[in-house]
C-alpha cells in the first residue's frame, strides 16, 4: 500500500510541474531598474546598415542599430517615457555594435556579437532627443 501511495503522488508531482516546449529556454532578469532603464529580453529582427557619416566612427564601419522584438519586459524604472511591451518592435542603437567586441582590443568586457534571430537579455536605456520621444541605447547584453 505504501509503494503504491507513493507511486501515485509522485506520478500526480511529475504531471503537475510545469514543462517548457523543447528548445525553448526561459530567460529571467531582475524587475527593478535605475531610472531611465528597462529590463528586457529581446530578439534581433533586422540589422541596419551603417550610415553613420562621419567615417572615423565605430558605427561607420559596423552595424550599430537594429530592430528588436521585445519579447519581455522583466521591469522599468522610473522616468522611461516610451513605453514598451511585449511583442513591441523597437530600433535601438548597440553602444558597441552589434559586431564582437574583439574588434575593440583593450576592451576588458567581451560581447559575442549578435545577427539577425538571436535572443537576448539586456537594460535599455532611454536617451531624450528634442522634438522626439526619444530612442533606446544597448551598452550591454547576454546571449544564453
Known amino acids: 500500500m505504501g509503494n503504491n501511495l507513493f507511486i501515485v503522488l509522485s506520478l500526480m508531482f511529475f504531471c503537475a510541474c510545469k514543462t517548457l516546449p523543447e528548445n525553448k529556454v526561459e530567460h529571467t532578469m ?4 535605475n ?3 528597462c529590463n ?3 530578439k534581433i529582427v533586422a540589422i541596419m546598415e551603417p550610415t553613420d557619416k562621419d567615417t572615423s566612427s565605430i558605427c ?10 521585445i519579447i519581455k519586459v522583466f521591469g522599468c524604472g522610473s522616468a522611461v517615457s516610451i513605453p ?14 552589434l559586431h564582437s567586441t574583439e574588434i575593440f582590443p583593450g576592451m576588458k568586457t567581451h560581447f559575442p556579437g549578435l ?3 538571436d535572443v537576448f537579455l539586456a537594460t535599455i536605456t532611454q536617451h531624450m532627443t528634442m522634438g522626439s520621444a526619444g530612442s533606446f541605447m544597448i551598452y550591454a547584453y547576454e546571449v544564453e
Not at 531582475?30 to 531598474?33: F, R
Not at 561607420?60 to 522584438?69: E, T
Not at 523597437?90 to 558597441?96: D, N, P
Open 84 to 97: 514598451i511591451h511585449g511583442d513591441d518592435i523597437s530600433e535601438m542603437q548597440f553602444a558597441y555594435t
Open 35 to 37: 531610472p531611465g532603464t
Open 60 to 69: 561607420s564601419k559596423y552595424p550599430c542599430r537594429a530592430k528588436v522584438q
Open 30 to 33: 531582475p524587475a527593478a531598474t
Open 115 to 117: 545577427k539577425k534571430g
Open 40 to 42: 528586457i529580453e529581446g
